[in-house]
């Protein structure tokens, strides 16, 4: 069932979280799917819809800096953060607090928060009353919906209730920020850029592939399978010769030959074609095509976050 949501709407959403219930709802980053992170039993029905593997956390999803501050404890440098991100895409990954099921952090001490911007978001887990845990509302290890279509699709009468809030803004997945240790590291790249946040914390390093267990979702080496086999070539680099069966992800520009071209962004903006390369993806991949070439982006600001996404995208066997 796909609603556009009314206060009556949201209302009802919010009540079937606090039922134990799923909610497909939009962030400004992807699709999440909701449950009540305090009911273990949710968070389980999480994992067995998505078929998530339970060594992959779960964040948790606020709608307030004091909201948050009942699931993990904040130190300065997370209350400066928070201060100056939030509401946005940023999780930072703090010590959680006891009222925090061990399925929700996959046994870890620690738990991922955020405060999403997108009024939608912020409404329901308001009007639910509890904290959600929300990972993106499509099966594991597959592209991240940005539109309630998408979820539609992939996890149909799966889900309660899909609340729709339109196209996501960012359409990459937060950036995610371990507060754990001696100094923060990054282990998600994502709509925060690695610049903004060095300007309060400093130098960061980034650790964004899991050794063993993840710490953060997205740390997966195989990850947002677009359905086709993908591979990456530089923008100067040489383009493939065989391209009656192939497809194009193109930043700015398209080639001749291909059968199917997406175009991020015509005019070379790098916010606009993170907020289109999953729906891009997703197009590529249910197309009549054998093989999906991704031209690379610079690996500054955002476009981190979307190599990133790629290179997974390019390493999972199809």
């Given at each position: 069932m796909t609603t556009m949501p009314d206060s009556t709407t949201t209302e009802r959403a919010a009540k079937l979280l606090r039922e134990g219930k799923l909610v497909a709802f939009a962030t400004e980053t992807v699709y999440g799917l909701g449950c009540n992170a305090l009911d273990a039993k949710a968070v389980a029905r999480v994992f067995e819809v998505k078929g998530r593997p339970s060594f992959d956390p779960l964040i948790v999803h606020v709608c307030s800096i004091e909201r948050a501050r009942t699931v993990a404890t904040f130190n300065p440098l997370a209350e400066q953060l928070a201060a100056k991100f939030w509401p946005g895409p940023l999780t930072?990954?703090?010590p959680k607090k006891p009222i925090v099921p061990d399925i929700v952090t996959a046994g870890l001490d620690s738990a991922g928060v955020r405060l999403?911007?997108?009024?939608?978001?912020?409404?329901?887990?308001?009007?639910?009353?509890?904290?959600?845990?929300?990972?993106?509302a499509n099966p594991f290890g597959?592209?991240?919906?940005?539109?309630?279509?998408?979820?539609?699709?992939q996890l149909g009468s799966k889900v309660e209730m899909i609340l729709d809030?339109?196209?996501?803004?960012?359409?990459?997945?937060?950036?995610?920020?371990?507060l754990l240790g001696k100094a923060p590291v990054i282990l998600r790249h994502g709509g925060v850029t690695q610049e903004e946040l060095e300007q309060v914390t400093g130098r960061l390093t980034s650790e964004t592939s899991a050794q063993g267990a993840a710490r953060s979702p997205g740390q997966q080496l195989s990850h947002y399978a677009p359905g086709k086999p993908l591979k990456i070539f530089a923008r100067d680099g040489e383009l493939p010769k065989e391209r009656n069966r192939a497809g194009l992800?193109?930043?700015?520009?398209s080639r001749e030959g291909f059968v199917?071209?997406?175009v991020l962004s015509a005019s070379g903006d790098m916010r606009e074609a993170a907020a289109n390369l999953f729906a891009a993806l997703r197009r590529l991949g249910s197309s009549d095509i054998d093989i999906i070439y991704a031209e690379a982006v610079s690996e500054h600001g955002l476009g981190r976050a979307m190599m990133?996404?790629?290179?997974?995208?390019a390493s999972k066997s199809v």
């Open positions: 930072l990954v703090l999403p911007a997108h009024p939608l978001a912020q409404a329901l887990i308001e009007k639910a009353g509890v904290p959600v845990a929300a990972p993106s597959f592209v991240s919906p940005t539109r309630a279509e998408h979820v539609r699709e809030g339109g196209p996501c803004e960012v359409g990459v997945e937060s950036t995610v920020l371990s992800l193109a930043f700015s520009k199917a071209c997406e990133d996404r790629l290179t997974r995208a």
